[in-house]
């Protein structure tokens, strides 16, 4: 498991200095000031939580448990969707995406309470 999140948050990294290049190069005289800022916020969530996917892969080796394996998920969907949300929202102005950005947000916010839980329920054990 840890090698999944290894991998995708290696590939999401990638992805996201592959946007930021895309965002400032060739979309930065097509889109509003407003949408460049909201791109370049997904691609700095992305980077962020890319950053603790491949994190959440390392800690899996020391909390090897459900929660850990959840959080992992969770990070990684929350990304699709909030800074996914954020690019096709900043390129298409499509108002129905506005609902899916903060469910992306929660999801990003729920994988570090997972990853909380994962690492107090292993000092506990150990206690």
Known sequence: MKK?????G????ALAVALGA????ALATKLTDHSMYLFNLGV?????H??????????????????TVMAGWLMFV??????????FYAI???????SIIP??????????????????HKAVEES
């Not at 895309?22 to 190069?25: A, D, F, L, P, R």
């Not at 298409?92 to 506005?98: A, I, L, N």
């Open 4 to 8: 999944n999140f290894l991998l995708h």
């Open 44 to 48: 700095n969530y992305q980077i962020y």
């Open 92 to 98: 298409t102005q499509q108002e129905w995406v506005r």
């Open 22 to 25: 895309v965002g400032s190069h």
């Open 78 to 87: 929350g990304i699709i969707g909030f800074s996914g949300g954020l690019y």
């Open 10 to 13: 290696a590939m999401l990294m």
């Open 50 to 67: 890319a950053i603790g996917l491949l994190a959440i892969g390392i800690i899996f080796s020391q909390f090897p448990n459900r929660k």
């Open 103 to 120: 469910v992306g947000g929660v999801l990003l916010i729920s994988s570090w309470i997972a990853l909380i839980l994962a690492i107090f």
